[in-house]
């Protein structure tokens, strides 16, 4: 620190400047003083504060130091947690290695046993199969030379007792008819200069037999076609029984079969799916061609071809299709026969591919055994509906089968069946193959001939069952019967829309409703019956 001077330091000539030295010489001690203890204050305080942050240091280490220590410690201790860890899940994995291992040569050796098994079992199963072929063969050719030798005579007994029936049918039938007789004679001769259609109408209508025996004769080969394929499912489930895996998938086609089917709806092109799946279900079948059975139970004429033989599997799913058809007939087409029309369409094109064909023959007769049993009128069958005898021959659905007392379904619930299977049937024959590859495996004519055989039953034998069939299987399809036939059409829809109702016993709803319909075409489609 710098010291002030005074300038009168060394002044001694004046009491008062000496005076005034020594006072400037007081006040500089005391600030000297003052200084030297501030600058002796500062350095202590210094020390102390140099002294407190070496011991804030110390300490610091110190703590730093214990701290590094406990890390280092802390980091060793999980190292070897980690590296026990490690080896632990080392040994983990080299442990389930092992047993996998072993485990996989104990499942190969298995595997090896069961294969090596297997074949031994297939070879006595083909060893077995085949002597059991051979003994079928023989059996089967036994079985046929004696079945053509019993056909043969029994064709000969049938024909002489239709021939007897027929000639005491038509005995019966001049007497009970006579009047009916003198009316039909009358329209068939009025009928003789038609065209060929109207003049084969004529004809049929001037028959009197209350019972054709060729048609009981026709309906009855469909009734035992219906039996033999009760059979053939018999016999496809006595054959599952023996090769499960068969049975697995013979299950999985039939259930197939009827969702397709159930999945049909009407529109354009809407059912492209499910008729693909069904197709490749019976190219499937097509694909196993044993067991075989003989196809002559299943056709309604004798076939020419020497081999009968044919793919039981192809036969058992067409039997399903079949009776999907029918029931979707029944279910949809009795609520609206329109339902009826994409059912017709699928099933007719299913029996017109030639890859289910046999040996070119259409195996229809299997779907039209099945319309013979469920709905017989169409084919001119009649009956009493008041007596059980009637109401089977008319298709009236029983209930409860296995019982003596029979119940039968409701008057609403039979019509509404049989409305179905009218709509159905139309479905079946109306169909147009003029510009198809594929041959119609119904021709159209059997739509004309049921009609005709409707329209012919006697007066007397006429029930509402036929009036519901008949309205069925015209509504909706008379355009299409009207480009078939033309005037003879005409002459056929009145007849049956005009006369026919007038003829019945009594005048039901069904007889009214059946004739409405000639109202309902003259309004709507100007059609003038």
């Not at 089967?140 to 029936?165: C, G, M, N």
């Not at 499960?244 to 354009?268: A, H, N, S, T, W």
């Not at 081999?307 to 007939?329: C, E, G, H, R």
Request: glycine share 4%; hydrophobic share 40%.
């Amino acid at each position: 620190m710098e010291i002030m001077t005074s300038p009168y330091k060394n002044a001694v000539d004046s009491p008062s400047r000496q005076l005034l030295y020594e006072l400037s010489r007081l006040g500089i001690s005391n600030q000297e003083n003052f200084y030297a203890r501030l600058d002796r204050e500062s350095k202590e305080r210094e020390a102390v504060h140099r002294d407190a942050l070496a011991a804030a240091a110390a300490q610091h280490d110190r703590i730093r130091s214990n701290a590094e220590y406990e890390r280092e410690k802390v980091e060793q201790q999980l190292e070897a947690e980690q590296r026990k860890r490690e080896e632990e899940e080392r040994e983990r994995k080299e442990l389930a290695r092992i047993r996998q291992e072993k485990a996989d040569r104990e499942i190969a050796e298995k595997r090896r046993e069961i294969a090596e098994k297997r074949r031994e079992i297939e070879r006595v199963k083909a060893a077995d199969l085949k002597a059991k072929q051979l003994a079928e063969a023989q059996k089967a050719e036994k079985i046929r030379r004696d079945a053509e030798a019993a056909e043969t005579a029994r064709k000969l007994k049938e024909r002489q007792v239709a021939e007897a029936r027929q000639k005491e049918e038509a005995r019966q039938a001049e007497i009970r008819a006579k009047d009916s007789a003198l009316v039909a004679q009358k329209k068939a001769k009025e009928q003789l200069d038609r065209p060929n259609p109207q003049a084969s109408l004529g004809a049929q209508s001037a028959r009197t037999s209350t019972r054709n025996p060729q048609r009981e004769a026709e309906h009855q080969r469909y009734i035992e076609i219906h039996q033999n394929l009760k059979q053939l499912r018999k016999f496809m489930m006595a054959e599952a029984q023996k090769q499960p895996p068969f049975k697995q998938r013979m299950g999985d086609l039939r259930r197939e079969i009827k969702k397709c089917v159930g999945q049909l709806i009407e529109g354009k092109g809407v059912n492209k799916i499910p008729l693909s799946q069904l197709m490749a279900v019976f190219r499937e079948a097509v694909q196993v061609p044993e067991p075989k059975v003989d196809i002559r139970m299943f056709l309604a004429s004798r076939p020419r071809q020497a081999d009968t033989q044919a793919p039981a599997l192809l036969l058992y799913l067409l039997n399903i299709l079949a009776k999907a058809v029918i029931s979707q007939f029944i279910d949809e087409g009795g609520v609206s026969p329109k339902s009826a029309d994409p059912v017709g369409i699928v099933a007719s094109h299913i029996f017109s591919i030639v890859e289910f064909r046999w040996h070119g023959l259409s195996l229809i007769d299997i779907l039209i055994a099945k319309m013979h049993v469920v709905c017989p009128v169409i084919w001119g069958i009649y009956g009493d509906e008041s007596t059980t005898e009637g109401k089977l021959r008319i298709g009236w659905w029983r209930e409860d089968k296995d019982t003596a007392s029979p119940t039968w379904v409701s008057s609403q619930e039979h019509n509404q069946r049989m409305t179905g299977l009218g709509a159905g049937f139309a479905a079946l024959a109306m169909r147009n193959y003029e510009k198809a590859k594929l041959d119609n495996p119904y021709p159209n004519i059997h739509y004309w001939k049921a009609l005709v055989a409707i329209i012919n039953v006697p007066p007397a034998e006429i029930t509402q069952t036929h009036f519901v069939v008949l309205k069925a299987m015209i509504e909706n399809y008379e355009p299409r019967f009207l480009e078939f036939y033309g005037d003879a059409a005409l002459a056929v829809l009145r007849i049956a829309l005009v006369d026919f109702p007038r003829r019945g016993q009594q005048q039901s709803v069904a007889a009214k409703a059946l004739a409405g319909l000639a109202d309902v075409l003259k309004r709507t489609k100007k059609l003038n019956l």
